[in-house]
């Protein structure tokens, strides 16, 4: 009789523990979603541009150096 007592017990612990886990992640949605300004779009945009470029810093500059001397010749 005690292993039952134990294990409900151990299941009503388990689920606080979810539902806490929840509304917490649910109010950090929401106060992402409310701190998103009217430049957010633009803000990923650069970021993503950021993330792109320079992890590949040596290869942009010599499709830079590359555009330039096309630029230059035409």
Known sequence: ???LTT???FTNATSDF???DTAALASHM???A???S???SLHAALELAHTVVFS???TAAVVAAALLTMVGIV
């Open 1 to 3: 009789m005690t292993t």
């Open 18 to 20: 979810v539902s806490s």
């Open 30 to 32: 929401d106060h992402c």
């Open 56 to 58: 590949r810093m040596v």
């Open 34 to 36: 409310s701190n998103r």
């Open 38 to 40: 009217r430049f957010f």
């Open 7 to 9: 294990a409900a017990i």
